[in-house]
């Protein structure tokens, strides 16, 4: 996984929607930017979606964001997540970008 600051993040995950995806059906744990695994399930934040089966999360426990790709055989089954790139909100600048995108994503 890279680590990158937020705002190349965003640039790098490409457009973004509103999370639609019934992600019920995946449960597995993942590499968080923080270095530590989590658990993936109702919980955690799903902050947008992109298109190729791609989901941005926020850490449970600290200030972090990553961008998962949802892993599958032949679409339907489930193969598990692949952490592509992560980020720290550190700065309030971080902070505003990620209210902004939390904004936009609710206008849509
Ligand atoms: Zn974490």
Known sequence: MKLVNL??????FGKAGK?????????????CACGKSH????SIKIVCEGTGM???????EEAF???????????FKFKGFESISGAQIKTEGDAVLLASVFKLMRLQ
Do not use: G, H, Q
Not at 65 to 75: A, D, G, P
């Open 54 to 60: 791609k989901i941005a999360v926020l850490c449970p």
């Open 19 to 31: 999370p639609r995806m019934n992600m019920s059906i995946y449960r597995e744990s993942f590499k």
């Open 65 to 75: 964001i990553t961008s998962l790709k949802i892993k599958t055989f032949m679409v």
């Open 7 to 12: 705002t190349t993040f965003f640039d790098t």
């Open 39 to 42: 658990w993936f399930d109702e």
